[in-house]
């Protein structure tokens, strides 16, 4: 059974679009670590515990996105999973810009420097948000195209219930039209009486 064409384009969008959030997610995850360590020590203890969360929300997420995308995909998995890493990557991002003003910048040589890379963590972790946020809005226009992945289990395992003695049904019929036959009573009555006539002559 052919593929469907916007089965085959919505695979490939998902693919695209959660591949380079779990990259970005993964990215990130090392550049707040890296910009949290250099800061350490100027944080107040609030401020090293949310940079630490978004670091392992970041982290997670990557796993959880690559999960996404090598998983079979069914509907209501895909939109729960995409609902929470959007809620929680957008209220960190929010946090980060609320805290912009509060947080002490003297590292990265001078406060420039610090500030700039605020701003690049900001509108990565923003990106990540709208590709998740992309996906997320795509998801019920394909439920209610009533997409899914193509039926291919019930195949194989149609295929794999056949046990290695079985034979085809082909073989079967070419089998019974080779097989001899046996007389049938109307064959003996005639080769009886054929008997019958050459014992009188």
Not at 95 to 120: E, Y
Request: with cysteine.
């Amino acid at each position: 059974m052919p593929v469907p064409k916007s089965w085959l384009l919505f695979r490939r969008f998902r693919v695209t679009v959660l591949s380079f959030a779990a990259i970005l997610c993964l990215l990130w995850s090392v550049l707040v670590a890296v910009y949290l360590s250099r800061n350490w020590s100027s944080y107040e203890t609030g401020q090293r515990g949310f940079f630490s969360g978004l670091v392992a929300l970041d982290f997670v997420s990557s796993i959880l996105i690559y999960l996404m995308i090598v998983v079979k995909y069914t509907y209501w998995p895909d939109a729960a999973r995409t609902v929470v890493l959007v809620g929680l990557h957008a209220a960190g991002t929010i946090t980060v810009m609320a805290l912009k003003p509060h947080l002490p910048c003297n590292t990265f040589g001078g406060w420039s420097t610090c500030n700039t890379l605020t701003d690049i963590i900001i509108y990565g972790s923003w990106t990540i948000t709208g590709l998740l946020g992309l996906y997320g809005v795509v998801l019920p226009f394909i439920a209610g195209l009533r997409l899914f992945p193509p039926r291919i289990d019930a195949d194989l395992e149609n295929a794999s219930d056949r046990t290695v003695g079985d034979k085809p049904e082909e073989f079967n019929m070419v089998e019974e039209d080779v097989r001899p036959q046996s007389p049938t009573s109307a064959n003996c009555a005639s080769i009886a009486t054929t008997k019958s006539g050459e014992d009188v002559a």
